[in-house]
């Protein structure tokens, strides 16, 4: 028979799952990148999301894929006129660098088109588990977790979950609860919501829990308010 605390851990997994789907159908940000299915733009988005802001990608993310519109394009250009197109996000000549090298992979070993299986997307240069995990998610709509800083910050949170890895990223025990509270065939809203809400309300600093659709099951606040 299945313990207290056990039955209750899934019932909240379920509400987890249910009220960020809710909030986030009124709670939505639109950025450029989330309008498309196209992996190419999708890599090469999650590669200038890299320390910077969505705010700073979204300024140039319709100039960009106007002058390099696939893999080839990107592929033929200079590393200076990459950086020269990608100067507002700061540290230009390392992704210039990083974006010629991933473009020149894909037309020369995978024939101009992003790979759509897990082991090839890991094989691209600077492509690790959560940005082919994103390629294959928002663009080929598999069920696949984006774990990243801010979706652990919120499992800790609601869940009272630490990780016991120096680097919590790479804790396969989060990777795998993040992957069950993915409902069937709702991966991309799913990962979105969760972004979003990392965003919005549970941030790092100055979390909003009076408006938190969580708030009546997380073990932070709950915390917080027998303080």
């Known amino acids: ?21 809710a909030w986030f159908e009124t709670h939505a940000r639109f950025f450029p990148w989330r309008e498309t299915r196209d992996p190419y733009k999708i890599l090469v988005a999650e590669m200038m999301l890299r320390k910077t802001t969505a705010g700073q990608v979204q300024t140039i993310f319709h100039t960009f894929f106007d002058k390099y519109p696939s893999p080839i394009f990107l592929a033929r250009a200079t590393p200076s006129e990459i950086e020269d197109s990608i100067r507002p996000l700061g540290l230009e000549h390392r992704r210039a660098d990083l974006l010629k090298k991933l473009a020149k ?33 928002l663009a080929y709509g598999r069920d696949l977790p984006l774990l990243d800083t801010n979706f652990i910050r919120i499992l800790e949170r609601v869940f009272r979950i630490k990780s016991l890895k120096a680097r919590a990223r790479m804790d396969e025990s989060l990777w795998r609860l993040a992957s069950k509270l993915i409902p069937k065939g709702k991966g991309r809203e799913f990962n979105l919501a969760v972004l979003d809400f990392g965003a919005l309300v549970c941030r790092a600093r100055h979390p909003t829990h009076d408006v938190c659709p969580l708030n009546d099951f997380c073990l932070y606040y709950s915390n917080l308010k027998k303080e």
Do not use: D, W
């Not at 207290?4 to 019932?11: I, L, Q």
């Not at 995978?110 to 299986?117: D, I, L, S």
């Open 105 to 137: 992979n894909i037309v020369e070993k995978h024939n101009g088109k992003v790979p759509g299986v897990n082991e090839k997307l890991r094989s691209l240069p600077g492509v690790g588990q959560y940005t082919a995990n994103a390629v294959l998610c």
């Open 1 to 21: 028979m299945m313990s207290t605390k056990k039955r209750n851990f899934a019932a909240h997994q379920k509400l987890f799952t249910t009220r960020l789907l």
